[in-house]
T-cell receptor, first 115, second 114 residues
Framework: GAGVSQSPSNKVTEKGKDVELRCDPISGHTALYWYRQRLGQGLEFLIYFQGNSAPDKSGLPSDRFSAERTGESVSTLTIQRTQQEDSAVYLC?????????????FGQGTRLTVV | GENVEQHPSTLSVQEGDSAVIKCTYSDSASNYFPWYKQELGKRPQLIIDIRSNVGEKKDQRIAVTLNKTAKHFSLHITETQPEDSAVYFCAASRRRGSQGNLIFGKGTKLSVKP
């Protein structure tokens, strides 16, 4: 595709339910990042995938959060037993490779609302 | 891991004035420093970046400086215009192997008053 695509654009879920967010990176991009952005706040790092290396999960806030990536393609971020504090925009970004001077391109984000 | 501090959190300037945003980073191995602009309701977009082998880079009204010894870098916007109003984020990355995660500062909300 032309850019990073995320789905769904908006998700409203009930507290305690599980949600799955999807990110389709730009074709050929080996690096993929997930961030959380609460209203009016900064970009909180969650997880980073680079090729076949073990992902950097150091930003995941709790064991309710997990993410997977199949090869160098689609990634899914799963939040189990959602809480109201999980409400935020979840942004995905991808870049061509991490050893070159390449830009990280962001998707439009998934706005998650936990009610 | 890397920690990026950004100041100020808000900045208000008159149209035509200059704006400066400063960031510090903690990981001396970081070698890539991008700046992103996020307009209200939109995704962050890269406006300029600098590598650790360069001290300064300019692109029209925007410039970035890097001081590796002090581990800080700054964004300079000259002749500000109302359309420069947005939130600006700095970031730092090692850009090497599996340690290439991109860590952002908390952002600076820039308001340019006509």
């Amino acid at each position: 595709g032309a850019g990073v695509s995320q789905s769904p654009s908006n998700k409203v879920t009930e507290k305690g339910k599980d949600v799955e967010l999807r990110c389709d990176p730009i074709s050929g991009h080996t690096a993929l990042y997930w961030y959380r952005q609460r209203l009016g706040q900064g970009l909180e790092f969650l997880i980073y995938f680079q090729g076949n290396s073990a992902p950097d999960k150091s930003g995941l806030p709790s064991d309710r959060f997990s993410a997977e990536r199949t090869g160098e393609s689609v990634s899914t971020l799963t939040i189990q037993r959602t809480q109201q504090e999980d409400s935020a925009v979840y942004l995905c970004a991808s870049s061509l490779r991490d050893t070159a001077d390449t830009e990280a391109f962001f998707g439009q984000g998934t706005r998650l609302t936990v009610v | 891991g890397e920690n990026v501090e950004q100041h100020p959190s808000t900045l208000s300037v008159q149209e035509g004035d200059s704006a400066v945003i400063k960031c510090t980073y903690s990981d001396s191995a970081s070698n890539y420093f991008p700046w992103y602009k996020q307009e209200l309701g939109k995704r962050p977009q890269l406006i300029i970046d600098i590598r650790s082998n360069v001290g300064e880079k300019k692109d029209q009204r925007i410039a970035v400086t890097l001081n590796k010894t002090a581990k800080h870098f700054s964004l300079h916007i000259t002749e500000t215009q109302p359309e420069d109003s947005a939130v600006y984020f700095c970031a730092a990355s090692r850009r090497r192997g599996s340690q290439g995660n991109l860590i952002f500062g908390k952002g600076t909300k820039l308001s340019v008053k006509p």
